[in-house]
């Protein structure tokens, strides 16, 4: 985790819209309703992610009094699992015990049918004998200015906090390029055309 190991490679971005009355009560019931939920071992989800406690991946529960920061800012973390068997092992596995219900049934080969349903029990169990893959994504947000460093540089990761986010709290989320610095900055368009125009300089030999 990057925030709590000091590793800081980061992706900055920026919230776009009005943060709402309220917001601590608000964004507590908005995080919850959003909140991580583990993957049924039994069932077919290969993928679950949602919202967990910047300091403890396995709470996912929230208080207004506790949400916020000294000096305004809010520490998110999305957490995603993923329990997927790899395809080689399953194939592997199938093949396995194929041979073994062949043997026990006295025949040379089963039906479609009958291979389909083995590799879906083969599938279930190994399941059952596997953890899910976790990853935790930490952002900082400031609420002062609305930047907010998410540590991650992966586009696919990236992308899908950002998902999360904007359904989450109803804000957009924008790269913070030069340009969208200074509208942030508030500065005007007539300004902002005059900055479009100008030509990039190299500044090497």
Not at 28 to 53: K, N, P, R, T
């Amino acid at each position: 985790m990057g925030l709590s190991s000091g590793s800081l490679t980061y992706t900055r971005l920026i919230t776009v819209g009005d943060l709402p009355e309220n917001h601590a009560e608000a964004w507590c019931e908005a995080l919850e309703q959003h909140a991580f939920h583990e993957i049924e071992v039994a069932g077919d989800l290969e993928q679950s992610w949602g919202w967990v406690q910047s300091d403890d991946p396995f709470e996912s529960s929230w208080h207004p009094h506790t949400l916020l920061r000294p000096g305004d800012g809010l520490l998110l973390c999305l957490r995603i699992d993923t329990l997927k068997i790899p395809a080689t092992t399953l194939k592997a596995w199938a093949k396995r015990h194929e041979k073994e219900r062949m043997a026990a049934m006295g025949r040379e080969r089963l039906s479609r049918a009958e291979r389909d349903q083995l590799k879906d029990e083969v599938k279930r169990r190994l399941r059952r004998q596997s953890l899910p893959k976790m990853q935790l994504i930490e952002a900082a947000w400031n609420l002062t200015n609305g930047e907010l460093r998410l540590m991650s540089t992966s586009k696919a990761l990236v992308g899908r906090f950002v998902d999360v986010f904007e359904k989450t709290f109803h804000l957009q989320l924008r790269s913070l390029d030069p340009l969208t610095l200074l509208w942030a900055r508030e500065l005007g368009d007539e300004q902002m055309d005059a900055v479009a125009r100008l030509d990039s300089e190299p500044f090497h030999i």
